[in-house]
């Protein structure tokens, strides 16, 4: 089951359902229902979530790179339940808008520090 996971999930982009781009799969979670049977629970993504699917010095360098631009420690990913999926092809399509999701603490400061500083920027629309 984990290879049929990875394959089609991991690593695919996320898009929400006017096809705005919201990031990507970078881990699963999953869980087991009353009988115990396992069930895919949860898309993870975010470099929190990439950084321990990747795993060893490289996943940590991740982790911390993306910790220096938040406040709150640890960097929690952004957890999109499986029942939001509307379909899965080259892309991971969701039912809802990108903005009915939380944004990721690292796009908050990026856009607090940098993006809202571009002349302009005001007048973007996402």
Do not use: C
């Not at 996971?5 to 990031?23: A, K, M, T």
């Not at 899965?88 to 939380?102: G, H, K, Q, T, Y």
Request: no cysteine.
């Amino acid at each position: 089951m984990r290879i049929e996971v990875s394959r089609e999930l991991l690593d695919r982009q996320l898009v929400d359902r006017h096809g705005r781009l919201i990031g990507k799969v970078d881990d699963v979670e999953f869980a087991r229902d009353a009988e115990g049977n396992l069930y895919l629970r949860t898309l993870l993504s975010g470099p929190g979530a990439l950084g321990l699917r990747v795993g060893g010095r490289l996943g940590r360098m991740l982790v911390l790179t993306a910790e220096r631009f938040v406040t709150d420690r640890p960097l929690a990913p952004l957890r999109i339940p499986y029942s939001l999926v509307a379909r899965v092809d080259s892309a991971v399509w969701l039912r809802i808008r990108a903005d009915e999701l939380p944004t990721s603490p690292v796009e908050d400061w990026l856009r607090h520090h940098l993006i809202d500083r571009i002349p302009g920027a005001g007048r973007a629309s996402g």
